[in-house]
């Protein structure tokens, strides 16, 4: 249960810096990049339980963000770019 703690322990911090330190913009950071730790799991290693939580927080990150859309170029293959746009912030794809 080694992932069930690590969430309880992500959570506690980001209450806990949510209502004693952070502002909006602060806490939405954490979260994002408390996100992005737990992606660092693989999905053949995640339960129920912990695919359930990335899902709260990508709902709390949708709701929540102001998305600033920027575009950009990706090699596709070595002839071929393509145009993709995403939030500087939380990486979301429009």
Do not use: F, P, W
Request: proline share 0%; aromatic share 10%; hydrophobic share 35%.
């Amino acid at each position: 249960m080694k992932y069930i703690y690590l969430c309880k322990h992500i959570r506690r911090s980001l209450c806990y810096y949510t209502t004693n330190v952070m502002d909006d913009n602060e806490a939405l950071y954490t979260i994002i990049h408390a996100r992005d730790i737990l992606y660092t799991i693989s999905k053949g290693e995640q339960n129920g339980a912990y695919r359930e939580i990335i899902r709260l927080i990508d709902a709390y990150i949708d709701m929540n963000c102001i998305h600033d859309y920027i575009e950009d170029m990706i090699d596709v293959d070595i002839e071929r770019s393509q145009l993709i746009r995403y939030c500087k912030h939380c990486s979301h794809t429009a």
